[in-house]
């Protein structure tokens, strides 16, 4: 026992205690990003859906955090295969304090959970407003095994888009946002045409949902302002050292965030001569979609232009949801996230490799081969195309496999049934409200006292 503590004191103190604290401050800024896009989601969502919604986002750092430590982290970042890690840290066995470049093992995993929730939360999404909440706790356990963590390993542990291929994804251009987009959309086709015991119910009817205003715009303001600045140590740990990279991240990052959302803002209030909480806040999504593969790569000027090519991209993918197309072939995208995850997250991607910059990677000590543009490097762009596809095709299918295998188990029917799709879900799966202007219904004549009224002596 006491050799053991010994040798793990030891290992401590091999590591930068600066560098440690950094990571470890990133690591809670960057975690409360997970239930704020819960709470953005019920902003997004119909004022009777908005608690269900982001309840989706608390399920799934509770659920990601017993799956990263059971099985996750050693799938993603074990020794092992193309997309695989082996069992070696199975319930963190040995992830202690042993360095992962100059911080604890136990911290790089902690931090890294936070990319799986994130991804997670924002795929989840696309239960929003049709799908029960009961089901979602399954789904989040498979999804975060066979999906996210195989992307994971091959891109960032050692697999083969990384390793072999040789792409170039800073922070998660593909296991984060097209893994997300692409599942979330997987998830929300399903709904509208489900295979198994939710198109088998006479009590369900798969239909499009109507498009309307959010919810509730004091929590679009209230999540963008924590995602925004939380993003920021997002981008600037996944550098996981205190140095000038980590600093040129957290400064792209917000400069394209801005670009996106002055874009996006400014076009809104050109069409209708009005400003937009909700426009301003899509804007700096598209932006912070765009700078995430990027962000150790790319200068200021570059993220500037990234910003604005993000709002412009994301906002004509937006226009989707709002034509007879989707309402003919009852296409659902209520958390944005296709729109913005998934179509910025491959443009962002592919964007990556056409301008990537060796001489920025090299402020973190970092050596690449840049990208097309700047270096001269025409095979990065096929790099970060191959990886596109893998990352959409794996998350896709993975995703609507998942779903559909949920929804063939009794009592884990995945569609909601049309009365509670009708009144809200808020009222039937937690008979909770996010919205304080409604009323429960046990408690509409409530009054403090048995007759209504006070007497005072």
Partial sequence: MASETSSVLKAWEECDKIDTLFILVCTVFCWTIVPTVGIAYGGYAWKRNGMSAAMAAVLTIATCSIQWFCIGYTLAYGDGGW?????????????????????????????????????????????????????????????????????????????????????????????????????????????????????????????????????????????????????????????LALNFQSVMALCVTNLCASAGALTWACLTFYETGRWSLDSTFMGAISGLVMITPAAGFIDMPTALFFGMFGALLCRQALRIKFTKFAQHWRW????????????????????????????????????????????????QLWV??????????????????????????????????????NEGLDLNETEEFLSGILEYPDEVDYTPTPKGNIALD
Avoid at 359 to 373: C, H, L
Avoid at 390 to 416: H, R
């Fill in 83 to 239: 997309f695989f890690g082996d069992f070696k840290h199975i319930f963190h066995i040995g992830v202690l304090s042993e360095p992962v470049g100059t911080i604890p093992a136990i911290l790089f995993s902690e931090f890294q959970l936070v990319f799986e929730a994130t991804v997670c939360a924002i795929a989840v999404g696309g239960f929003c407003e049709r799908g029960r909440l009961w089901p979602v706790v399954f789904f989040i356990a498979l999804w975060s095994t066979f999906v996210y963590c195989p992307l994971a390993h091959s891109v960032w542990g050692g697999g083969v888009l990384g390793e072999d291929l040789g792409v170039l994804d800073f922070a998660g251009g593909t296991p984060v946002h097209v893994c997300s987009g692409a599942s979330a959309t997987a998830i929300s086709i399903y709904l509208s045409y489900p295979l198994f015991r939710s198109r088998k119910s006479s009590e369900r009817t798969p239909t499009h949902i109507r498009i309307h205003r959010p919810g509730n715009s004091f929590f679009q303001l209230l999540s963008m302002i924590i995602i925004w600045g939380s993003w920021l140590a997002f981008d600037a740990g996944t550098v």
């Fill in 384 to 421: 970060q195309i191959v990886e596109v596809l893998v990352g959409f095709t794996w998350s896709f299918a993975g995703s609507y496999s998942i779903i559909a295998l949920i929804d063939c188990v009794p009592g884990l029917e995945v569609l909601a049934i049309d009365k509670h799709i």
């Fill in 332 to 379: 659902v995208d209520n958390g944005d996230t296709f729109a913005t995850h998934c179509i910025g997250g491959i443009a962002a991607t592919i964007c990556t490799g056409l301008f990537a910059q060796k001489k920025v990677a090299a402020y973190g000590g970092v050596e690449i081969d840049g990208g097309v543009f700047f270096d001269g490097n025409v095979r």
